[in-house]
């Protein structure tokens, strides 16, 4: 038995454009990063290509190719009983080279039409700007944001977005999981985040704190346009909480786990308290990473603090001061070890609830802002039976045990949680693999991890959960 949670609780499901919606190349829409990586695997990375070679294993071109079968979708979701829908703003349906003069109106059209369709069942729309699909040409001819040009493209990209929904959108995010980057050897993610390749950087973590300063002016910027347009918006950041645990109680473990939670958390810093912490602020200095920041940047960084924070949370993390030195830790990931104590999905990611509790208590503690988790859940396969039924009972074990944390950090922690949107509420394309049977949704999408399929939506035994669920605002586990 579940505890309530507020009356106005934002119950959903979160999406990201490149993922689901297909149709990469139609109605003047330009070629996203997304466009340019291949199918990889849980052990083999994505190849991320220079520019686009037709023919070849693109999942995200097609996708579940939701933007032909958006109606019926969103109806679905409707069944469910979502109060609200995160999804993502294609950058390249709007400005499809990103530098472009004027924006793309049949772009424009999709997404008015969308959210019209989301607002004819009371659905909520939730939007991240950017999700992990900056245009290529910016990538290309600009070296994403490791230029600050790129701060204009995309600040003009999110006030042209502002204008245009600013009377259906209220709930807004900014950059995707925006701290991801801080794993700067990673090619993808710092792809997928700031769009340049590693390797052609002399330094790459230097890279990345320019990178991701000029990011961080870009939505501090978005954020003081956006309150100019609409001051009733509420416009987040987004990052991935991931909780470093000490792996053991040995001093040196802990204090590694504070060092690795200062190397993460210093993006949500910024954009909630408009300041670099000051261990960040010495990390660089005694790198000698002198990234170009200026005193206007400064005040652009104070003046755009977010509202609330969204999150995903999937998994937590143990990490060993046995491994590396903590003064001289730069890649988080060599510090971490198994947790012992917890299962793994078939991915390796840890199935961890408790680390949910933690986090919203963490947060709360660390930012005193609102909170929206707006990404959560397992990856699985899934079985069809031969009567079309799927009896996805692990998911429903995972969502439940979660949702039971939340519940407590709510009610007995005090938490302020506007709300809870599971990750890939319909299957898609997965960021990490680019695979298609790494599936996350309540409706199940007939399209395999070669390409084949149907794509007929099928409801899983966790629809009927979820609808429950939410039928009883959290009560009926
Ligand atoms: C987050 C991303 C999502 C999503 C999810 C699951 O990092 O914001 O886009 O895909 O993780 O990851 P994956 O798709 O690799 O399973």
Excluded at 82 to 108: H, M, Q, V, Y
Excluded at 131 to 137: A, D, L, S, T, V
Excluded at 416 to 443: E, H, N
Aim: charged share 25%; glycine share 8%.
């Amino acid at each position: 038995m579940g505890m309530k949670l507020p009356k106005d609780f934002l119950w959903g499901g979160a999406v990201a454009a490149h993922q689901l919606e297909g149709a990469w190349n139609e109605d003047g829409k330009g070629v996203s990063v997304a466009d340019v990586m291949t199918v990889g695997s849980a052990t083999q990375p994505r190849e991320i290509t220079h520019g686009v070679l037709p023919g070849k294993n693109y999942p995200n071109h097609e996708a579940i190719d939701f933007y032909h079968h958006c109606k019926e979708d969103i109806k679905l979701m409707a069944e469910m009983g979502f109060k609200c829908f995160r999804t993502s703003i294609a950058w390249t349906r709007i400005f499809p080279n990103g530098d472009d003069a004027e924006p793309n109106e049949a772009g424009l059209k999709f997404y008015d039409d969308l959210f019209d369709e989301c607002h004819k069942y009371g659905i909520e729309p939730v939007i991240t700007l950017s999700h992990f699909e900056m245009p290529y040409h910016l990538v290309e001819e600009y070296g994403g944001f490791t230029n600050r040009k790129t701060i204009d493209f995309f600040v003009k990209f999110a006030t042209t977005c502002f204008n245009r929904y600013k009377d259906k959108v209220k709930y807004w995010m900014t950059f995707n999981e925006i701290d991801n980057q801080s794993e700067f050897n990673n090619p993808f993610l710092t792809m997928t985040n700031s769009g340049y390749f590693v390797d052609e950087q002399e330094n790459p973590e230097a890279a990345m704190f320019q990178a991701a300063h000029y990011e961080l002016v870009a939505s501090a910027l978005a954020v003081k346009e956006g309150k100019k347009i609409n001051p009733d918006f509420q416009i987040g950041c987004m990052i991935a909480c991931t909780p470093y645990y000490p792996n053991t109680s040995d001093p040196d473990d802990i204090l590694l786990a504070q060092r690795v939670n200062q190397l993460r958390c210093w993006f949500s810093d910024v954009q909630c308290n408009g300041e670099y912490p000051k261990a960040i602020e010495k990390y660089i200095e005694r790198n000698g990473f002198r990234p170009d920041i200026t005193a206007e940047d400064r005040i652009v960084l104070k003046e755009g603090t977010v509202d609330y924070i969204g999150f995903s949370y999937y998994a937590s993390r143990n990490v060993s001061a046995s491994k590396v030195k903590i003064d001289d830790l730069h890649d988080i990931d060599q510090a971490v070890v198994p947790n012992k104590y917890l299962k793994t999905t078939d991915w390796g990611w840890t199935i961890d609830p408790k680390g949910l509790r933690w986090s919203l208590n963490f947060l709360t503690d660390r930012y005193h802002k609102p909170l929206f988790i707006v990404e959560n859940g397992m990856g699985a396969f899934d079985k069809v039976e031969a009567d079309g039924a799927i009896h996805d009972s692990y998911r429903i074990d995972y969502l439940r045990k979660h949702i039971e944390q939340m519940e407590k950090a709510v009610n007995l922690d005090g938490v302020d949680l506007m709300g809870y949107t599971p990750w890939g509420c319909i299957d898609l394309v997965s960021a990490g693999t680019g695979q298609m049977d790494k599936r996350y949704g309540f409706i199940y999408v007939d399209k395999n991890d070669q390409g084949e399929g149907t794509l007929k939506r099928m409801k899983k035994d966790s629809f009927y959960w979820y609808q429950k669920v939410i039928k009883s605002n959290g009560e009926d586990l």
